[in-house]
């Protein structure tokens, strides 16, 4: 029961990451634009310059801004991650050494040796 439900959240997970791709997408160009608009603001040395890429940089944030619910993607990749590893790491009933009949009969066999 626990493996389908971690199924369906990891469905769920899965829909709303592929749902938000494309916001997730814009959203990291406009934050990698922003970070080269910034680097040509500290390197401009003219006043012309620096409100040039001010404007441009304050478009770009327009748009990051814009694509911020693109952070439900992100919640929704981890969200994924922690699903997976709790797949991975749940036990299962044909696994388990309560159920392996032939791990008991080791141990019985060990205590009959021992007496």
Same mark, same amino acid.
């Given at each position: 029961?626990? $493996?389908?439900?971690?199924?369906?959240?990891?469905?769920?997970?899965?829909? %709303?990451?592929?749902?938000?791709?494309?916001?997730?997408?814009?959203?990291?160009?406009?934050?990698?634009?922003?970070? %080269? %608009?910034? $680097?040509?603001?500290?390197?401009?040395?003219?006043?012309?310059?620096?409100?040039?890429?001010?404007?441009?940089?304050?478009?770009?944030?327009?748009?990051?801004?814009?694509?911020?619910?693109?952070? %439900?993607?992100?919640?929704?990749?981890?969200?994924?991650?922690?699903?997976? $590893?709790?797949?991975?790491?749940?036990?299962?009933?044909?696994?388990?050494?309560?159920?392996?009949?032939?791990?008991?009969?080791? $141990?019985?066999?060990?205590?009959?040796?021992?007496?």
């Amino acid at each position: 029961m626990k $493996k389908f439900l971690l199924f369906i959240a990891g469905l769920i997970a899965l829909l %709303i990451l592929l749902a938000n791709l494309g916001p997730m997408i814009l959203l990291g160009v406009s934050v990698w634009l922003l970070y %080269i %608009i910034f $680097k040509k603001f500290l390197k401009s040395d003219s006043t012309t310059g620096k409100v040039g890429w001010v404007i441009i940089g304050l478009l770009v944030l327009s748009v990051a801004l814009s694509n911020i619910y693109a952070v %439900i993607g992100l919640a929704a990749i981890y969200g994924l991650y922690l699903i997976m $590893k709790n797949w991975k790491n749940s036990p299962s009933e044909e696994k388990s050494p309560q159920h392996d009949p032939f791990q008991n009969f080791e $141990k019985e066999w060990a205590e009959l040796n021992n007496y």
